[in-house]
């Protein structure tokens, strides 16, 4: 007869245990922010702040949710195996007595049930990355609140409460395994973006270089990370439920993964391209990092290298293949950094389970139970179906409310922080959206008495970043001096529809020519642009 896993205690509560839980708490709300800085400095700085805020405010309606239903539907007793009971624990009240529960059986209840908020809170976000540049504000935000429901908390039960696939469920004499949220999290969401990605169509200009934009901000994307490495021991070695050797473990695992992987993107990438990229190597590292996190609590070190080898060179190439085969769009590859590594991961449990390891887990091949093989498997399969499913009729009802689920390319142009929130990153953006500013020829700096002899050379600030140029109406040529001075001008003009990439702007290919000539001031023009830049020159 299995065990009911209702027996709470008051007696139950081991300080050590306490202690540890609290902090990976603190550790995975810290990649929170961490994902944020991540995606932000990876893209394009038009939609980094549009990304961040995504970010925020899934995390802050996530929560509330998780607060007042969400645990109940996870963790609640269940009903028939599908969902919780959203009667168990209303706010989270009756956590508050003390009592532990049996998936934490030494941690207070309410530090469970705000350790497992913090999983809920991040997993729908993890997308944002995918669809960056593309959706509307409104859709996202109904999105992510919709997806969480009718996603996350059902697969969450099913695994991880008393539902018809976790190991003490009424369905299998074993289960599906799942440590910390590859099946779960991680397959779940990197399915779910690969669906919306394919729905919203690619960004335009993503043909050119397969949607490698330039980054805006590579500090960023390194602090990112290192808020997600930290935070991911915490995410892993948390999900032990108590600070024992399993927790150490979990630890090592972590590592490794995180270390092997990443140094084979980064090695990949210096054999193909010439050079290693820090993009890819922090790319390498966080899939890893996602890859283990199914296995992290059940498989010994030694296979884990074997795993994390495999996690490394199967997603860098299954980029290539997601990009340019494919040719979908996921901007941050999140379908496969996530999702496919934690398939791997997952399917790991099933070759090298372990109760030695973890006597609360399920043995696998190595223990003699090629069986667990086909559990993980059904739990990948019905993780992936379930949020297709569920991710296209939400996108498909929400693209009926609101007129579809794409920006117009108008906001696609200037930038969703512009666009949807009507702020700019940083002071180099707002120079940069020049059609909110008119810098219409107009000078940043006093001229100085070498002006009227210098030389100028232009650029254009939005160049590749912004590949509609056949669909914009204004281009942005930044002027600057080349004899070592402070002086320069900013030019800006519109420019009719276009069908062809000839030039940024005819005015202002004609004033990079006369640089050619080291004296603007020098050429005979009849184009009143240029004559205006002469103007302003002789001032």
């Not at 935000?141 to 409460?161: K, N, R």
């Not at 050797?245 to 990949?268: D, K, P, R």
């Not at 640089?515 to 005979?524: C, F, K, V, Y």
């Amino acid at each position: 007869a299995k065990m009911s896993r209702w027996g709470n205690s008051t007696t139950c509560v081991d300080d050590g245990d306490t202690a540890w839980m609290m902090i990976s708490t603190v550790l995975v709300l810290g990649m929170v922010p961490g994902l944020a800085l991540f995606e932000a400095g990876l893209l394009r700085s038009k939609n980094a702040l549009s990304v961040i805020m995504q970010v925020i405010a899934g995390v802050l309606v996530l929560s509330a949710m998780w607060l007042v239903f969400g645990f109940s539907l996870v963790f609640g007793p269940t009903c028939k195996g599908f969902i919780g009971d959203i009667t168990a624990y209303p706010l989270m009240v009756t956590l508050i007595e003390g009592k532990c529960l049996p998936f934490a059986p030494t941690v207070p209840g309410i530090v469970y049930g705000v350790f497992q908020m913090m999983f809920a809170s991040i997993t729908p976000l993890l997308q944002t990355g995918a669809i960056a540049g593309r959706m509307k504000f409104p859709v996202y935000f109904l999105y992510i609140i919709c997806w969480e429901i009718f996603v996350y908390y059902p697969l969450a039960h099913w695994i991880w409460g008393e539902g018809w696939l976790a190991p003490l469920g009424n369905t299998f004499p074993g289960g599906v395994i799942d440590f910390a949220g590859g099946i779960v999290i991680h397959i779940s969401s990197g399915t779910a973006s690969l669906i919306a990605c394919k729905m919203l169509g690619n960004r335009y200009g993503y043909e050119k270089n397969y949607g490698a934009f330039r980054p805006s901000n590579l500090s960023n994307a390194l602090l990112g990370v290192t808020f997600l490495w930290i935070g991911w021991f915490g995410f892993n070695a948390g999900s032990a439920g108590n600070a024992g050797i399993l927790t150490a473990i979990v630890v090592v695992n972590t590592q490794m993964a995180a270390c092997v992987s990443g140094l084979i993107w980064m090695l990949l990438d210096w054999a193909i391209d010439r050079h290693p990229s820090l993009v890819e190597t922090l790319n390498g590292v966080v899939a890893g990092l996602a890859g283990i996190t199914p296995a992290s609590g059940f498989i010994s070190p030694k296979w884990t290298l074997l795993v994390s080898v495999t996690l490394g060179v199967t997603s860098f190439f299954g980029v290539t293949v997601l990009k340019e085969k494919l040719k979908i769009d996921d901007a941050l590859d999140v379908s496969v950094v996530h999702g496919w590594t934690s398939l791997v991961g997952s399917l790991a449990n099933g070759f090298f389970s372990s109760l030695s390891i973890n006597p609360r887990g399920q043995p696998g091949l190595v223990d003699g139970a090629p069986i667990q093989i086909g559990y993980q498997c059904l739990g990948i399969v019905i993780s992936i179906a379930w949020s297709s499913f569920w991710t296209f009729v939400i996108l498909k009802v929400l693209g009926l409310i609101f007129g579809g689920i794409r920006v117009t390319l108008e906001a696609e142009r200037d930038g969703l922080g512009w666009a949807d929130h009507g702020e700019f990153m940083d002071d180099f953006e707002f120079f940069h959206r020049k059609k909110f500013v008119d810098l219409t020829l107009k000078a940043v700096t006093a001229a100085g008495p070498s002006t009227h002899k210098s030389a100028l050379r232009y650029q254009a600030v939005s160049d590749e970043e912004d590949l509609v140029t056949e669909h914009t109406d204004n281009e942005f040529v930044r002027a600057e001096s080349v004899n070592g001075d402070d002086s320069g001008i900013w030019a800006s003009s519109s420019i009719a529809h276009r069908n062809q990439r000839a030039s940024v702007n005819p005015a202002a290919q004609r004033i990079i020519n006369a640089h050619h000539n080291r004296n603007i001031l020098e050429t005979d023009s009849e184009d009143p642009q240029m004559q205006q830049v002469q103007g302003l020159l002789k001032f």
